[in-house]
């Protein structure tokens, strides 16, 4: 059965996407910060960045497999900022026909096994340029659990965007010794298996 399209099939009405969604984001004053996007809907989405835009500012967001979502910023809380989207309604339709496209992909994926690989020390390289080492707690097609090995590393935070070994992947929350990320690519389930390597 063919994999629905994103660019057609948009839903009547729908709830508010369980979808954490990795991208980069635009501020008004120019500086572009990686970021994570959750709680999206037709009206706008939640924001987690480094960047800190002041309420009524406008904000451009490149989500992956989204797309840009502009708007302006409703709310600011101490890690994140709500955007009202600012777009038509033919744009938003498109942006919510992504969103449930990209919803089944991640629906199949998290009903795929976690494993851990034979080889399970890696290399995260953070925003910052250090590498630090690793050791992955569990492993799925769509993101991967980490422990960081040295005790003084400090995780990155919620929206960076790390690599892993010679995967890149976004920080959607810490854990106590470490982190888990989400892909930008996941792994097909062709290569997917204990013998993988990050």
Partial sequence: MAEPSPWNAVPA???????????????????????????????????ACSGKPGLGERVVCYLDG???LRGR???VRPSRFRIRLEV???????????????????????????L???????QIRLPDGRVVAARIVDLSMAGVALQ??????IP???GAVVRVGLRYAAVVRPTETG???????????????PEVVL
């Fill in 148 to 153: 960081l090995e040295a005790p003084a590393d």
């Fill in 13 to 47: 009405s729908r709830p508010v996407s369980v979808l954490a969604v990795p991208g980069r984001c635009l501020l008004e004053d120019g500086t572009e910060h990686a970021c994570l996007a959750s709680d999206l809907d037709a009206d706008g989405a939640e924001i």
């Fill in 66 to 68: 989204i797309g840009a």
């Fill in 88 to 114: 038509g309604a033919a744009r938003r339709a498109r942006i919510l026909a992504r969103i449930a496209w990209q919803e089944a992909r991640t629906d199949e994926q998290r009903t795929a096994p976690r």
């Fill in 179 to 193: 982190f888990a990320a989400r892909f930008r690519l996941p792994f097909s389930r062709e290569t997917f298996s």
């Fill in 156 to 158: 990155p935070p919620v």
């Fill in 116 to 122: 851990v690989p034979v080889n399970d020390r890696t």
């Fill in 73 to 75: 910023v409703e709310r």
